[in-house]
């Protein structure tokens, strides 16, 4: 006899076994499933449990059962009619940039007419699959999304490739996967501000350089890339030893403890570099933890211009990053694609120049030293 926490375990595989199917086009639109005593031999679970399951996917709208004929994969929502719905999908709604995105965004489709469905994934691979599943049961004209951890091999196409099939158009911004550079989107071009910061410094005549970038997301990447190719430019040596890379897991905790132990160990350490203006402000608190003074001892740059960026006392030198005119372009591009669905097979990528914006956490150092 299966005990309650395993009837649960089991049904939930089984819902995430028999969406995957639909999602995959293994199983498709008006297609028989398996008998409950079929589907009970497979997966080896009680028919009490194959019921759970199908009585969940029968709500969510994934299947429907007609009786004395057994049980069906729904007609999914192809929407022929306009629902007057778009759906916004970001890493994060409340912090950091995103309010200002959205808040671009809005005012563009608000006076288009249309609603906004926002959600967000955490930054979660598993999570940005669990939202695009339900916008897809959903009546939505189209989607502006920001990939989750966008550097990492996307795992889940056959949901891009449902929004597809259904002709919902979508348009990532901030970045996209590799797998899919050829779709709309809406991008800063992080590899020329990542140079451009790192630029400025070495005209400030610093020396040693240190980075600290993100590894999971392209803007991580690129902004690192820009970053080497201006120290080769200078004349200086890439030091991997010079670089910390760190996930969103851990975001809070190792860039901080990484440039405490580094600069503890190399004295000589004269600017850092960091991914966004966030980072920056956990790195100047580990450089003051160790009686480290910026500028005055060390140089410390930002990149995205938030509001932390401008606070008082040290305010960030960083990359302007034009958050509602991000989001007002990003709806205009999807506004032009709900207009003409053709379009989301051609290659439309607009790519934002940076902008150094110049304040008081770099000083010059005296080159003849």
């Excluded at 989750?148 to 901030?174: G, T």
Aim: net charge negative; with cysteine; glycine share 6%.
């Amino acid at each position: 006899m299966e005990n309650q926490d395993e009837r649960v375990l089991k049904y939930s595989k089984l819902v995430e076994d028999l969406k995957n199917k639909i999602f995959s086009g293994e199983l498709k639109a008006k297609d028989r499933l398996p008998s409950e005593n079929e589907l009970s031999a497979a997966y080896e679970v009680s028919r009490q449990t194959v019921r759970k399951a199908l009585s969940v996917l029968g709500q969510e709208g994934y299947i429907y059962a007609e009786h004395g004929r057994g049980t069906f994969c729904s007609e999914r929502v192809r929407h022929t009619k306009k629902s007057g719905n778009i759906a916004v999908v970001t890493t994060y709604l409340s912090d950091y940039i995103f309010p200002r995105v959205i808040q671009g965004i809005d005012q563009v489709m608000t006076n288009a007419g249309y609603s906004i469905l926002l959600k967000n994934t955490r930054n979660s691979r598993k999570m940005e699959a669990r939202c695009l599943e339900e916008l897809l049961q959903k009546d939505i004209d189209g989607l502006i999304i920001e990939p989750s951890k966008s550097q990492i091999f996307c795992a889940h196409m056959h949901l891009y490739e449902k929004l597809d099939e259904f002709e919902i158009p979508y348009v990532f911004i901030q970045g996209s996967f590799k797998q899919m550079g050829d779709k709309p989107q809406i991008l800063m071009d992080d590899y020329a501000g990542g140079y451009q910061i790192t630029e400025y410094l070495t005209s400030l005549g610093h020396k040693k350089i240190a980075g600290v970038f993100k590894a999971d997301d392209m803007q991580g990447l690129n902004r690192h890339n820009g970053y080497a190719a201006a120290l080769q430019k200078s004349g200086l040596t890439y030091d991997p030893s010079l670089v910390v890379w760190f996930y969103t897991e851990d975001r809070t905790i190792h860039p901080y403890e990484s440039i405490l132990q580094m600069v503890s160990e190399m004295s000589d350490i004269d600017a850092v570099v960091c991914y966004n203006d966030q980072i920056a402000l956990e790195v100047i608190r580990a450089l003051s933890h160790i009686g480290k003074k910026v500028p005055k001892d060390i140089s410390v740059t930002g990149y995205d211009n938030s509001v932390i960026a401008q606070a008082e006392g040290v305010s960030l030198t960083t990359i302007a990053h034009p958050q509602e005119k991000l989001g007002e372009m990003a709806a205009q591009m999807l506004l032009s694609l709900m207009k003409n669905k053709e379009k989301q097979d051609l290659e439309e990528k607009i790519v934002i120049p940076p902008e150094l914006i110049i304040r008081n956490s770099c000083k010059k150092r005296d080159t003849s030293e």
